[in-house]
């Protein structure tokens, strides 16, 4: 449910927090101007990094970006990490898990080679550790591990102000796409966890990783769990919703793609590969894929003509 904007104003006023509430292909950013002590969690994608930027300098008035706080490390939450640190030459912190992904630049186990994302080099200089507290602004918050969506990934949760930065573990109306179930890897479980925990933070406002602030979180949660339901019963529910997602952000990027050349991409995009593989072998990919782009246009998502397949 929206917040009334002046609450809303005030209680973000007490936190010293300001939203950048992004479209996609960008998470939202959230900016805590404290001086020389100011952090930025989330950036954004690598395509609106000169957006994100000006919209930082402009929030910050003269005062330095000290650090960078990544709940996790999906592009579309750290993208414009590298930009930011040639503007500012702010720091970087990282969920713990993802250290030694990033000091070596795994594309492979960043999983940006496997989404066919792209997400410009960045440097690491500090982690964040579930169950540590980080000073974000004049309140202190505290790191939860938020598994599911992405196994590494982090919340950030300040108990005076009951304010939870959910990242992708929760929004209004569900959750990211749980990637480690395209890798066969369950995690299903991890989610349900993560939304008990969630429920047990007695949190008042959510700020997601996407989408407009929300309260009546009870509410968010419980449509939540009836979603991952639908999918633990039907697993081939979050397969087809999760190809539909890494097709309709490829088209988000680049706008529009001839036919040849979006197939050329799903090709060469493991994910799609895989998920094809695990859950819709019996359909020809030529006719998988074919059916995907229907779906999407069938809903109003992409738009097509004699040649060319369209973001809408």
């Given amino acids: 449910m929206a917040l009334p904007r002046d609450s809303l104003a005030r209680l973000f006023e007490q936190a010293g927090l300001t939203l950048f509430e992004r479209g996609w292909l960008s998470s939202n950013n959230m900016l805590f101007v404290a001086g020389a002590d100011s952090v930025l969690v989330d950036t954004g994608y690598s395509s609106h990094a000169e957006q994100t930027v000006a919209l930082v300098r402009r929030a910050l008035r003269g005062a330095s970006l000290r650090k960078i706080v990544n709940t996790h490390l999906h592009s579309d939450h750290c993208g414009a990490n590298h930009a930011l640190q040639v503007a500012f030459e702010s720091s970087v912190d990282v969920p713990i ?97 993560t939304l008990d925990l969630v429920e047990s933070l007695g949190a ?70 895989l998920l094809h593989s695990r859950y819709f072998a019996a359909t020809a990919w030529g006719a998988w894929s074919q059916a995907l782009v229907d779906e999407l246009c069938n809903a109003g998502a992409l738009r097509r003509d004699a040649r060319t397949i369209h973001n809408t």
């Avoid at 630049?105 to 989404?115: C, P, S």
């Avoid at 960045?122 to 790191?143: I, K, T, Y």
């Avoid at 939540?224 to 997602?245: C, E, G, I, M, Y």
Wanted: charged share 25%.
């Fill in 204 to 273: 008042e406002v959510v700020v997601p990783g996407h989408g407009a602030p929300f309260g009546h979180v009870d509410a968010a949660v419980a449509r939540a769990r009836s979603r991952l339901d639908t999918f633990v019963r039907f697993p081939q529910r979050h397969a087809r919703h999760a190809a539909k997602v890494l097709v309709k952000f490829h088209l988000l990027e680049h706008q529009s793609r001839t036919w040849g050349e979006l197939v050329q991409w799903m090709r060469n995009t493991r994910y799609l590969r």
């Fill in 97 to 193: 898990g993802e250290a030694s992904k990033v000091d070596t630049w795994d594309e492979a186990r960043l999983t940006y080679r496997d989404t066919g994302q792209a997400c410009p080099r960045f440097v690491r200089h500090g982690v964040v550790v579930p169950g540590d507290e980080l000073r974000l602004g004049p309140l202190d918050w505290r790191a939860l591990a938020a598994p599911g969506h992405d196994p590494e990934s982090v919340v950030l949760f300040q108990p005076e102000l009951k304010i939870l930065l959910s990242a992708d573990a929760l929004w209004e109306n569900g959750f990211g796409v749980v990637f480690p179930e395209i890798e066969g890897e369950g995690a299903f479980d991890q989610v349900a966890a």
